[in-house]
């Protein structure tokens, strides 16, 4: 079993840039790939960014590419999304996953936060 918080959510304008990070305990996180998901209002969960278990390896959607960064501190068992040059339609919640297959599918992903909000204001 693997619990993860979220955290480093909250309203920014529209350009401005956050740090998201995700705590695990449980298990250590270098068993797992680590994602990143958002739910934006009225809308379905959508995939954001991965990375493997060594750290060397990430995928982004092409909505974040360049402006979102993901790493991992396997030592620490943290995870963390770097959001910059956010946009209005960049607010969601944002849930950190651990999973087995490196994969933008959410249903292959077994363990889930609680999530964390971010806001933009334009």
């Known amino acids: 079993q693997v619990q993860l918080v979220e955290s480093g959510g909250g309203s920014v304008q529209a350009g401005g840039s956050l740090r998201l990070s995700c705590a695990a305990s449980g298990r250590t996180l270098n068993n797992y790939v680590m994602a990143w998901f958002r739910q934006p209002p009225g809308k379905e969960r959508e995939f954001v960014s991965n990375?493997?278990?060594?750290?060397?390896?990430?995928g982004y959607a092409n909505s974040v590419k360049g402006r979102f960064t993901i790493s991992r501190d396997n030592v620490n068992n943290m995870v963390y999304l770097q959001v910059d040059s956010l946009k209005p339609e960049d607010a969601a919640v944002y849930y950190c996953?651990?999973?087995?297959?490196?994969?933008?599918?959410?249903?292959?992903?077994?363990?889930w936060g609680q999530g964390t909000q971010v806001t933009v204001s334009s």
């Open positions: 996953a651990a999973g087995g297959i490196f994969t933008t599918t959410p249903v292959r992903y077994t363990y």
């Open positions: 990375i493997n278990r060594g750290g060397d390896n990430t």
